[in-house]
């Protein structure tokens, strides 16, 4: 992945009527990226991605791709393919006739229009797919269809529109890893449109994520899941404890909060500015958090009652009860010895401690 | 076991009953045209008296009977053709794209549904003499484009409704241009559509009588001609060889068109996800 940007997309807003589905936004996207906008239904994600297709026209802005500005071109003159969320296979054609659909401008001689529709399947693992009628496919294949048809000319984009959202889960994860290895080999870059942050996470070079038309925060998944920069990101991403505090003074790079019930803390500010005395969250993830029936000898530590236990196989969720806290606290537990499995090993009061290094410190909203 | 078998036989048995008496009830009147057409009568009594195909060969010779059929079927082709087209528009447009008062729009294309033939008849009528166009078959055509049309764009609507919005913008995306895109993807995908429509308005200018009873000039349609005969008895079994005829194609059309629409139900299912 090389550092130069290909697409940027600047000050761009979509209005439909009054609804501002799209809001002001740029983002700038490297040549080769695997890059997700990640976001809840509504939030602007696939409107902002049928902009780049050509399918709709920014309100206001300009998107640029290699270099290139958009607003004159036309979809089916941009170097740009998508991927349906329904697929949009053609019912009325057969898979070879479906794949080939764009070269039939070319007019290429039929051996190698066989050829390179035949190559196609060989990468989409379905060789001998040709005269397949479209309603003898299954979900997966015409999904590998659709892909193969939008790749077929060698887009310099690769737009994806939550195009694993009909599969069943055990598919859908086996077709991350292949679409993350497929973006790999081509090297195209690939704007991909989901809901599923687990997706997005996975598969993802970097990620958008988008509420009410605007996006919260630009990141790597690992930027986002630990260092969230607000509320409603670490929120929608993965599960988070939140507890108020109030800033009490900012030493050496260090930030010293009161986070009331769970006593005095010391947090690392991040990229984010604190002064004293103002109001900020205190954000821990479930995993971040050790249980034990014994207080620990040193660390941040509060003592509470497990309310509820989910048994997850691989791991236990635990919701404990702090003096103070109006929500149950979250904590999630790797099952590595069988004695832990229940919880039945924590009864009455327990202890929860986690590491400075634990906290992510977020501005009060 | 027995008992429940025999419990569905009798229930069986009733509803069998029901069924012929229903058919009988809606087929038996329709089957005498072409049985009294070949009866060497010029009454239509039981018994029959002998075969004959004298009133097909009178027939032949009716021109004023095959001038009002000539002119039937010309004003059912143009017609049909001017209603699926412009109910093909109306379709796609309300279909396809976010346009200011759509919900109004389809219900003043709807009304002539509604409104009963002879007052649209009798307004026809009055426009057409005000106008000084006069009374013509153009007249006539006017009066059928206005009830056929709701009918070919509800065809129309149900068959784009029908099939995924996404397959043209993805001719679109695969750089087909508009005109390219309903060529390889909308009008394939509509025909089972378009047949239907062009059928159904044939039909309904075809045997409409009450627009074309006000809005005839000297050239007739078939209905309105056959109306007239019916005032002359010696002409009445004309008309049955001629009834038998138009049933005879009517069954080819229909079974041709049904076969048609199932095709296109086929096509339909499979575009689902």
């Keep these: 992945m090389s550092d130069e940007t290909f697409i940027s997309i600047q000050g761009v807003s979509k209005h439909f009527g009054d609804v501002h589905a799209v809001d002001r936004v740029s983002i700038d996207i490297a040549r080769g990226e695997f890059f997700s906008l990640l976001g809840p239904s509504g939030c602007g994600k696939t409107t902002l991605l049928r902009m780049l297709a050509g399918l709709e026209f920014p309100t206001m802005g300009e998107i640029y791709i290699d270099g290139q500005a958009m607003s004159s071109v036309p979809a089916n003159h941009r170097p740009v393919n998508m991927v349906f969320q329904s697929y949009a296979i053609f019912p009325h054609l057969n898979v070879k006739q479906n794949i080939g659909y764009s070269l039939v401008q070319d007019k290429l001689p039929k051996a190698e229009f066989d050829a390179k529709v035949g190559e196609m399947l060989d990468l989409i693992k379905l060789p001998g797919y040709e005269d397949r009628a479209s309603h003898e496919l299954s979900g997966g294949e015409r999904q590998r269809v659709a892909l193969a048809r939008a790749l077929i000319r060698r887009p310099k984009v690769l737009l994806l529109d939550e195009p694993l959202g009909a599969l069943d889960k055990k598919l859908r994860e086996k077709m991350q890893l292949e679409l993350r290895a497929l973006q790999r080999s081509v090297g195209i870059t690939f704007v991909f449109v989901t809901h599923d942050q687990e997706e997005a996470l996975t598969m993802s070079d970097r990620v958008a994520v988008m509420s009410g038309g605007r996006y919260l925060q630009i990141d790597t998944p690992t930027k986002l899941y630990e260092a969230p920069q607000n509320r409603e990101v670490a929120d929608f991403i993965g599960t988070m404890n939140f507890f108020d505090a109030r800033v009490r003074e900012t030493i050496d790079g260090k930030v010293a909060i009161d986070a009331g019930p769970l006593g005095n803390l010391t947090a690392s500010p991040g990229s984010l500015a604190f002064s004293a005395g103002q109001n900020s969250l205190v954000a821990i993830r479930p995993e971040k958090i050790t249980i034990s029936s014994a207080k620990p000898a040193n660390g941040n530590a509060v003592q509470g009652v497990i309310d509820d236990t989910a048994y997850l196989g691989d791991r236990s969720h635990f919701y404990v009860q702090v003096n103070g806290v109006e929500k149950p606290v979250a904590v999630s537990a790797q099952n590595v010895n069988q004695s832990q499995l229940s919880g039945e090993g924590h009864q009455g009061q327990i202890w929860l401690s986690w590491s400075d290094d634990a906290i992510v410190l977020l501005n009060a909203d | ?273």
């Design chain 2, 1 to 273: 076991m027995s008992s429940v078998s025999s419990k569905q036989g009798s229930r069986f048995g009733a509803l069998g009953v029901y069924a012929v008496i229903y058919l009988a009830f809606i087929y038996i009147p329709v089957m005498f045209l072409p049985l009294f057409s070949f009866n060497d009568s010029i009454f239509i009594a039981f018994p029959l008296k002998g075969f004959t195909l004298e009133w097909y060969r009178q027939l032949a010779n009716s021109e004023g009977m095959l001038d009002a059929l000539y002119n039937s079927i010309k004003l059912g082709c143009v017609v049909s053709v001017l209603a699926t087209l412009l109910g093909t528009f109306a379709a796609k447009a309300v279909t396809r794209y976010r346009i200011p008062g759509r919900g109004p729009v389809i219900t003043f294309i709807m009304l002539p549904l509604v409104i009963p033939g002879i007052i649209m008849g009798i307004a026809l009528l009055v426009i057409a003499n005000m106008s000084g166009v006069g009374l013509s078959l153009f007249t006539i055509g006017l009066g059928h484009l206005m009830v056929s049309t709701p009918f070919a764009m509800l065809v129309m609507v149900s068959r784009l409704e029908g099939f995924d919005k996404n397959l043209e913008e993805a001719s679109k995306d695969l750089g087909d241009n508009p005109w390219a895109t309903f060529r390889r993807v909308t009008f394939p995908l509509a025909l089972p559509g378009i047949v239907a429509s062009l059928l159904l308005s044939f039909t309904i200018s075809f045997d409409e009588f009450i627009l074309a009873f006000f809005l005839a000039g000297t050239e007739t349609t078939l209905p309105v001609y056959i109306w007239g005969q019916l005032r002359f008895p010696t002409q009445l079994p004309t008309v049955l060889a001629l009834g038998a005829c138009i049933l005879m194609i009517s069954f080819v059309v229909v079974t041709f068109a049904e076969w048609y629409r199932r095709r296109g139900v086929q096509l339909k299912t499979n575009s689902g996800v």
